[in-house]
């Protein structure tokens, strides 16, 4: 992709020029955060050109466009990422060069947009990024959260939240669009008018508080192939003419409370992952974006086309998860209250146009809205949501004559909730889970009844992560590698091609070179910990890495307490041979979450006390990196040699960081959960670490009971010593309680919970024994290398690029 903008002489007058205009400053006064201001506007002017052509097209071809409606997009930085799609990450790199500006110095600037919590949000940015790439008319539709997911700070081994100004300093890829702002309704009551000269009831919403909803928009820019798609996310801003009107009432209370209500509803991002909070808030947030979103879509179909009953001809609503699945009321609403038309026929169109993915099965992720509170804040949507649920209990009714049973279970309203899965299933002419077993465990148990119902409507879209962000970006030695090795860098938009570097696991020469990049990788990711956390790591050391959220599911305490359990090995038999490890943690707790944040502070007190004894010889690390983001998730993958994997199966839907992990050349620790199942069946499993109870075997002991986890405790002295160590203060300078409620939550049953109820004693023997599997690997170099070599080579299957051609082709079909 030729473009004069990115031509050397060109790009560095556009850089000074930037200075010049933006800071009144020659280049040489410009400190580094005003460069990546110059640097990003020059790009950005670039992508301007492509952005308004890909409009143009496609105002012209009229395909059908998908709104990916989701809640998070965790986007990560913009400026490397652009160049790379632009194809001028390496010409820019040296303009700069000219300049004496370093781009990766540059890059590093730019504050992460962190609208997302974890797995979900990223996973909607992958998409983006390969919905661009295929060529594909797509908008994301969010929020503008003024403050993303917080900043993680550590302080005397505790997480300690930080708020993320992350447009401090303004953002040079943004653009306002006051032009399509919507105003928002909340609350009130509806007023039902007949009006006779149609005919038509009318439903009028009164005494309501409303807010302007303002787009701004973001470039999504395809790999070499010039389409620059839109994410659109909305700021709230008072509605002014109301205010003014209120204050000429003196309605003076009135009018603060909707500069109040504009002020808040997009003021943070809820820093849950995989939990719901039941918040009003959050559900004001939920109705504002997806009601913008959806009259703006509405009103671009209208202005090109005359007949509303084919909306879902051009346009198809993807919900992310059950959080905007008020969609499907809202679009009925639309269709209903502003275009008049009958039941049936805004039916039909909203079931042609919604569909939703599914990720979790975790019991207290699943959203369910107090009625009461629902239907004052939505008051119409929620009369919408009632004759849903009664025509949908009619047709249980005459599927299943007699079983109320049935109708208990799958209704919307029910308890006095409002169930969103069941609404997204009912309303949605598509659902999907996000890896095969995931999907097959919704079919078979979470969804059953709905599976039984529509079976149908179910398929399975296992997910993916893009390969020009966390191969291209954040391991350019090893992506230079496979470009050579291949002879062609067409892996960068077809994946599949990185079969072709199988042969190379049996060549010596190759085998070395591939080393010998994780070992820079690594040198890389050492040098970052030692200006990061003071620690200083050997990159000869093996890398053993878990890095995603904290969860309890996810089993980040199984992982430390076999740390504990390597620990007393090495000082119980100082003369065995034992090869050097350094575990790298890296996790955000949710703010509210107090077991999780207990977790991260154990982590830090086992690597206090073990990095500090010099009688184990640096045999030994254990860091936890600051602030976990994908910023320095880029790095931290390129740098590892084991990925950790370990949820408690069944729980994991998908995970995403395991394919990143596989994409950079580490092998997998891991159970048989989510997509670490296919990931096993691409590689082999002997090219991976598999360990613990199958999802069955979990399902099975979560229904029947069976594990006591005195016993284990009771029989396996090695559990049982890191166990008691969590309360005699070897890791609490003394103190017996601190890790008090871990150690319970692993030994005794309370009134909610079961002991252990995340099989962690259960599996520990499984898992210290692939560990010592992973050691015996790693000494054996060519064996290691080879395995390595064969994950990065057989993860194909693993893009987004694959993930979202399913999606068009089975389900958007675009
Ligand atoms: C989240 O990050 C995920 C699921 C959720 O329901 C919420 Cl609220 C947040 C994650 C899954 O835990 C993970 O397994 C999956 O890979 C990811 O979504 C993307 O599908």
Redesign the pocket.
Known sequence: MYNPRFEKEAFKKDVTNNIKTLFRKELHEANLQELYQAVSYAVKEAIIDDWIETQKKIDKEDPKIVYYMSMEFLMGRALGNNLINMTAYKEVKEALDELGIDLNMVEDQEPDPALG????GR?AACFLDSLATLGYAAYGCGIRYRYGMFKQKIKDGYQVEKPDNWLKYGNPFELRRPEYAKEIRFGGNIRVEYDDTTGKTLFKQENYESVLAVPYDYPIVGYGNGQVNTLRIWDAEPIVDFQLESFERGDYHKAVEQQNLAKTIVEVLYPN??HYAGKELRLKQQYFFVSASLQLAVDKYMKSHDDIHKLYEKATFQMN?THPTVAVAELMRILLDDYQLEWNEAWEITTKACAYTN??IMAE?LEKWPIDLFSRLLPRVYQIIQEIDRRFLIKVREMYPGNEEKVKKMAILRDGQVKMAHLAIVAGYSVNG?ARLHTEILKKRELRDFYEMMPEKFNNKT?GITQRRFLMHGNPLLADWVTEKLGTKDWITDLSLMSGLKKYAEDDVARAEFMEIKFKNKERLAKYILEHNGIEVDPRSIFDVQVKRLHEYKRQLLNILHVMYLYNQIKQHPEKSFYPRTFIFGAKASAGYVRAKEIIKLINSVAEVVNNDRSINGKLKVVFIEDYRVSNAEMIFAAADVSEQISTASK?????GNMKFMLNGAPTLGTMD?ANVEIVEEVGRENAFIFGLSSDEVMNYEKHGGYDPYEIYNNDPDVRRVVDQLVDGTYADGDTERYRDLYNCLLKSTPYDKADMYFILKDFRSYADAQEQVEKAYRNKDGWAKMALLNTACCGKFSSDRTIQEYVDDIWKL
């Open positions: 919590n974890g797995g979900l996973l992952d995989n998860d990720h979790t992720a996000v997910n994991e839907a998908s995970g995403t989510g």
